[in-house]
């Protein structure tokens, strides 16, 4: 239980290490936007991240508020990626507090995570979300997910079986149940009812995970490091490849789908807007430029 | 009370008079495709309107199911503009059937409207949106609405100015109480609470209008022509104006909330997926190019 503030630097390391994966990831799609060779599709400039950091506004909790920094980058072969950071505390309302694990009969709440959606050039590199967090209510728990949403999902097999191979070895290391019941969740969870379609290819989705608190962060870390290593590796292997119009087409009208998504089923977008979070952090996994036929 | 069927057909000139609308309105917007003299800052083709017949899924209704027929324009001053038809009638889900007046113990409905999206190519025209319907169940009512989204609001007072003084002229040829409570729902209604932003300029917004069949029917019909007559001219003061990319970019921007609204709080994008309507005439009002910073 949440009793008072030096409560809370008992987990500063939790956020320490959310800002760490976020230099680490910055500093590495920073170097893959120097490392294009040449492209024949695009004219932009070489992209750096730019940081910009929200305060939570506070709400009647005790000791609330918190905040976090958004890294924007728009570049030449990231046509946008945002790093989200935040660590936020308060109280839930009446309504959220019902909905919340331990959080029925003691509102208060601490939230630290990073959030990550980059939205390529390139219609050939699948679009990236990824997500690591820890909550604390009156229990303790991490969450998290990665997945990939590829502009042509019948052609991405040979995308969507590294990533997956790479998930499911980590997974695996902590615990050989995780990726099955992770992988479902998340072919679950990232579904358009109303399309009858998958959002994309898949990946990992989890919430609630108190098993053991030390393997547990250890684990989410671990996720965090294959998550990078593998998505650079599916953005690096077609870096160079250029594309057509209407490939390019087919990606602004995949991004719709994507944006259907967010805004009608995604509960993060839900429980931020419910939270009176900060928009621009909120809609910041929106794509640059969308289509709809 | 719907009964059997022969009762819809009591209310077939409702529907014709939508359909006379629809070619009337697609025929003047062709007209507007054709008017254009020059262009310096689009190369499309001139439009033309393409139909699309869509039919319903039967319920477990008495004689339900129904469709529509949707109208579709790509051209070279309406960027994307789509006007729908539709009469469906079966008998509301279990949730529905408490939300909607007079379906509580007998879930049988019918309706019948039209629906007009426009969004134009230049961002010194404001997108529009009409409807007008009629519902039936054990009530019988009219409900509509017209409102315009200019790029900048602060800079749309005459046209604002100009298309309120039209629609409040026809709302007090029928009843001076209209204008004022139609034009607060519509600011109500066209409201985006998660970036304490009006959508539009407004315009009006009416529902549960039964106050005497045949003067309602005549307001419906009125309105439509009020609609389309201001639009019109709206469209051809503008048309021959040029403008920047910086515009053009903003223009994109302002389409987000318009998306934003429509995924996130649009009774009629809700009631459409709930009631497993036609995607395509659902989302038939999303703008066909959309950026979000």
Redesign the interface.
């Known amino acids: 239980m949440i009793k008072n503030k030096s409560n809370y630097n008992k987990y500063k390391f939790i956020e320490k290490n959310f800002y760490n994966l976020r230099n680490q990831i910055c500093s590495e799609f920073e170097n893959i936007e120097n490392s294009l060779s040449y492209s024949s599709n695009n004219n932009s400039n070489i992209g750096k991240f730019k940081k910009k950091a929200w305060k939570r506004k506070p709400d009647k909790g005790f000791s609330s508020g918190g905040g976090g920094v958004m890294s924007l980058m728009y570049g030449r072969v990231f046509e946008k990626v945002g790093v989200n950071i935040s660590t936020v505390m308060g109280s839930f309302s009446e309504e959220m507090k019902n909905k919340i694990p331990g959080a029925k009969f003691n509102p208060n709440f601490y939230a630290t995570g990073i959030s990550l959606v980059a939205h390529m050039h390139s219609p050939l590199i699948p679009a990236a979300h990824f997500n690591t967090r820890f909550i604390r209510t009156t229990k303790n728990w991490f969450g998290g997910g990665a997945d990939l949403t590829p502009t042509y999902l019948n052609k991405s097999k040979s995308i969507s079986n590294f990533f997956h191979k790479n998930l499911k070895k980590t997974c695996d290391d902590y615990n050989p149940k995780y990726y099955p019941e992770y992988k479902k969740w998340c072919d679950e969870y990232f579904y358009l009812p109303?399309?009858k379609e998958k959002r994309g290819l898949g990946g990992i989705f989890f919430d609630y995970l108190e098993d053991d608190f030390d393997k547990d962060y250890e684990f989410v870390k671990d996720i965090g490091q294959t998550f990078l290593r593998t998505y650079s590796k599916i953005i690096s292997d077609k870096i160079n490849l250029s594309w057509t119009n209407k490939q390019k087409k087919d990606q602004?009208i995949k991004r719709?789908r994507y944006?259907?998504f967010n805004?009608?089923y995604d509960r993060g977008t839900a429980f931020g807007?419910k939270t009176e979070g900060n928009?621009d952090a909120?809609?910041m996994s929106?794509?640059?430029?969308?289509?709809?036929?």
Chains 1, 2 share one sequence.
Do not use: D, M, N
């Open positions: 109303h399309r602004l719709g944006v259907e805004l009608l807007l928009i909120i809609f929106l794509p640059p430029q969308v289509s709809w036929k």
